[in-house]
């Protein structure tokens, strides 16, 4: 591939051909399969900037030129380019095809499982309630989104919010799949554990209120006394000048 892209660039005296793009392509892939990470990635960046200089930044070609970069760059642990690139995807997909594209919501999905694998959990799920929010034909994806998005509010505690994603997931599953199908059984499983521990939870949080009002009600009758005693003391002081001014009197 290298070789044929070298001839193309004689031919043509210039690296800036379609066919010089798809060698790149195509040792890129090679590249990968071989876990050359770092020269797969700069093979891919060139064929980025080529197709952007062939058609535009705002080509299908440059698209997929960004998809696989951030692909690979995402297996070679650069997190955070590899979101760069994607969100170019986003960007460009959403200016090319509409707002109202069917993997729109697809594509948001996919940055924000990176997210949520690096352990931004709190971007991962903006990006997950954005895909919900834009509605794709694939219900089974859509399942798959609000499982996802569950077991997401559930490590963040909101077991109300997991309640209510689990339960959108289970009916999806249930009635696109079936009852019997692995997804609404493992469905199902987290539906109850997650009540379970929204039950557990509340009562956690009632005794919890109940001692504080329980602690507060005490401070505030330790209160009460001090202030009494404080009134009391006082009280003592006054009467006993009092007698020491009516003593001096009478002397």
Same mark, same amino acid.
């Given at each position: 591939?290298?070789?044929?892209?070298?001839?193309?660039?004689?031919?043509?005296?210039?690296?800036?051909?379609?066919?010089?793009?798809?060698?790149?392509?195509?040792?890129?892939?090679?590249?990968?399969?071989?876990?050359?990470?770092?020269?797969?990635?700069?093979?891919?960046?060139?064929?980025?900037?080529?197709?952007?200089?062939?058609?535009?930044?705002?080509?299908?070609?440059?698209?997929?030129?960004?998809?696989?970069?951030?692909?690979?760059?995402?297996?070679?642990?650069?997190?955070?380019?590899?979101?760069?690139?994607?969100?170019?995807?986003?960007?460009?997909?959403?200016?090319?095809?509409?707002?109202?594209?069917?993997?729109?919501?697809?594509?948001?999905?996919?940055?924000?499982?990176?997210?949520?694998?690096?352990?931004?959990?709190?971007?991962?799920?903006?990006?997950?309630?954005?895909?919900?929010?834009?509605?794709?034909?694939?219900?089974?994806?859509?399942?798959?989104?609000?499982?996802?998005?569950?077991?997401?509010?559930?490590?963040?505690?909101?077991?109300?919010?997991?309640?209510?994603?689990?339960?959108?997931?289970?009916?999806?599953?249930?009635?696109?799949?079936?009852?019997?199908?692995?997804?609404?059984?493992?469905?199902?499983?987290?539906?109850?554990?997650?009540?379970?521990?929204?039950?557990?939870?509340?009562?956690?949080?009632?005794?919890?209120?109940?001692?504080?009002?329980?602690?507060?009600?005490?401070?505030?009758?330790?209160?009460?006394?001090?202030?009494?005693?404080?009134?009391?003391?006082? /009280? %003592? !002081? $006054? *009467? #006993? =000048?009092?007698?020491? /001014? %009516? !003593? $001096? *009197? #009478? =002397?």
């Amino acid at each position: 591939s290298q070789e044929a892209a070298n001839l193309y660039q004689r031919v043509t005296d210039t690296p800036l051909h379609i066919r010089v793009s798809k060698c790149l392509d195509l040792t890129t892939l090679i590249l990968y399969q071989a876990q050359e990470m770092d020269m797969s990635a700069s093979h891919a960046a060139k064929a980025l900037a080529i197709s952007i200089q062939l058609g535009g930044f705002d080509s299908a070609d440059v698209v997929s030129a960004h998809i696989t970069l951030s692909h690979i760059l995402l297996n070679n642990g650069c997190f955070s380019s590899s979101v760069k690139h994607m969100r170019a995807v986003l960007y460009l997909t959403e200016l090319l095809a509409g707002p109202h594209f069917g993997e729109i919501s697809t594509l948001y999905h996919r940055i924000g499982t990176i997210y949520n694998e690096i352990g931004n959990i709190m971007v991962a799920i903006r990006f997950f309630q954005v895909a919900i929010s834009r509605k794709s034909n694939d219900r089974v994806f859509q399942g798959v989104l609000s499982k996802q998005t569950a077991t997401i509010y559930a490590k963040l505690a909101q077991l109300p919010s997991a309640l209510e994603m689990e339960q959108n997931a289970y009916n999806i599953f249930r009635i696109t799949l079936g009852e019997d199908h692995d997804y609404t059984k493992s469905s199902k499983e987290a539906l109850q554990q997650y009540l379970k521990a929204a039950v557990e939870q509340d009562k956690r949080w009632r005794e919890t209120e109940n001692l504080q009002k329980e602690v507060a009600q005490a401070d505030a009758i330790a209160d009460e006394i001090l202030a009494s005693e404080v009134v009391a003391e006082e /009280s %003592k !002081k $006054k *009467r #006993k =000048k009092k007698s020491k /001014s %009516k !003593k $001096k *009197r #009478k =002397k």
